[in-house]
């Protein structure tokens, strides 16, 4: 292969027994026509032919999927570490047991603020409290677990709060990921933070990252948490080259859908960043052949516009998360939550606002356009 992919992040269902507010798959029903059995293990083993070191399982719920412990056991057995992405409603004691079992080593579930917060986001009361049952459950099982919590309007205010719930659980890492314009996220847009905003939230990640690291926590920022603010190595472990260094789509991991569509990132728009699907095409034909996954082979700057194309950092960065910039003007290399971008607009008077111009049809992995106005702060 022309670049070596260290982990694929497989929607093997879309089925879902929460609604959540935010989901960028707009997640619900099953696929029309999702992978069967034999298809699924067949694509296990070219994964593994590729050299995948992690296989991430998510949905939907990925365990509303009948034959989804199958699938895990075989990543297992072709030699790659099988982990898991859950809204956390329903692992019984008994289903973690059965995951132990089936060899997922590592799961993640999804803490979205407080518990009123949390079940209005997730679209389902006693969500949360669902959630920390399930991760008890899969501590007592021996399963490593994590937590991940949108960064919106609604979440920011509660951030303190959750991470000592889920300090008290005894979680091993928190990935933090700003939301988005995709699927549900676009309807209710109002929700996103602002650019300006990113000034108050990213003290306060910076704070938490340090109490993190004093408890033994992982704080783990999403690809769209940055970049290049005063925090910046904070965030990212410390180190004197912790710092983002571009869109990894493509590059370091694929996306697949539970139809087949594999895409360099599993946030990445179906239509407009899939290479090819794995009916049609082997994996390795997909990712040797397709323009799609390879969109940062070259490292270039070309599809920089607006303020990343004239920013300093914009080699190295180069517009950061793609996903981001997408969702909300309809191509990459734009990307207006960076808090550099932010620090640099206040400190000319000025602030940037994101308004919606047109809304999303209303498909999995949809997005609408907004606009981005400059306003002077006095």
């Known amino acids: 292969m022309r670049q070596r992919r260290s982990r694929a992040i497989w929607e093997i269902t879309l089925k879902c027994?929460?609604?959540?507010?935010?989901?960028?798959?707009?997640?619900?029903?099953?696929?029309?026509?999702?992978?069967?059995?034999?298809?699924?293990?067949?694509?296990?083993?070219?994964?593994?032919?590729?050299?995948?070191?992690?296989?991430?399982?998510?949905?939907?719920e990925a365990f509303l999927r009948r034959d989804w412990l199958e699938i895990a056991a075989e990543i297992v057995r072709r030699g790659m570490l099988c982990t898991m992405v859950t809204g956390g409603y329903?692992?019984?004691?008994?289903?973690?047991?059965?995951?132990?079992?089936?060899?997922?080593?590592?799961?993640?579930?999804?803490i979205d603020g407080l518990e009123q917060t949390h079940d209005y986001l997730r679209g389902r009361e006693n969500s949360w409290k669902a959630a920390f049952?399930?991760?008890?459950?899969?501590?007592?099982?021996?399963?490593?677990?994590?937590?991940?919590?949108?960064?919106?309007?609604?979440?920011?205010?509660?951030?303190?709060?959750?991470?000592?719930?889920?300090?008290?659980?005894?979680?091993?890492?928190w990935q933090l990921q700003m939301t988005v314009p995709m699927g549900n996220a676009a309807d209710n847009w109002k929700i996103l933070l602002q650019p300006y905003e990113l000034l108050e939230l990213f003290p306060q990640l910076a704070?938490?990252?340090?109490?993190?690291?004093?408890?033994?926590?992982?704080?783990?920022?999403?690809?769209?948490?940055?970049?290049?603010?005063p925090f910046?190595?904070?965030?990212?472990?410390?180190?004197a080259r912790t710092f983002w260094t571009g869109c990894k789509a493509g590059l370091n991991c694929l996306?697949?859908?539970?139809?087949?569509?594999?895409?360099?990132?599993?946030?990445?728009?179906?239509?407009?960043?899939?290479?090819?699907?794995?009916?049609e095409k082997s994996l390795r034909e997909i990712v040797e052949t397709s323009a799609e996954l390879n969109i940062n082979i070259e490292n270039s700057t070309g599809?920089?516009?607006?303020?990343?194309?004239?920013?300093?950092?914009?080699?190295?960065?180069?517009g950061g998360c793609s996903w981001t910039a997408h969702t909300f003007f309809g191509r990459r290399g734009n990307n207006p939550y960076c808090h550099h971008r932010a620090l640099v607009q206040r400190a000319r008077g000025k602030r940037e606002r994101l308004v919606l111009k047109t809304g999303a049809p209303g498909r999995p992995f949809d997005y609408g356009e907004f606009e981005i106005i400059e306003e002077e702060t006095g």
Request: glycine share 12%; aromatic share 4%; hydrophobic share 40%.
């Open 17 to 60: 027994n929460l609604a959540c507010v935010h989901c960028g798959s707009r997640a619900a029903r099953s696929r029309t026509r999702e992978l069967s059995t034999a298809e699924a293990l067949d694509l296990v083993r070219q994964l593994a032919g590729a050299g995948i070191d992690e296989v991430a399982l998510i949905g939907g």
């Open 90 to 110: 329903g692992i019984s004691a008994r289903l973690a047991k059965q995951m132990k079992a089936a060899g997922i080593a590592q799961c993640s579930v999804s």
């Open 133 to 173: 049952q399930s991760i008890e459950n899969l501590e007592n099982a021996g399963i490593v677990t994590t937590c991940n919590t949108q960064l919106n309007r609604l979440s920011m205010p509660e951030l303190s709060g959750v991470y000592e719930s889920i300090r008290a659980a005894g979680v091993k890492a």
């Open 207 to 229: 704070k938490l990252a340090v109490r993190a690291r004093e408890d033994g926590i992982w704080l783990i920022p999403g690809n769209n948490v940055g970049y290049f603010g």
């Open 232 to 239: 910046e190595r904070t965030l990212r472990g410390g180190g």
């Open 255 to 279: 996306g697949i859908e539970a139809d087949g569509a594999v895409k360099g990132c599993p946030s990445l728009p179906t239509d407009s960043y899939t290479g090819g699907n794995i009916r």
């Open 303 to 318: 599809h920089l516009w607006g303020f990343c194309k004239t920013c300093e950092f914009a080699e190295i960065c180069r």
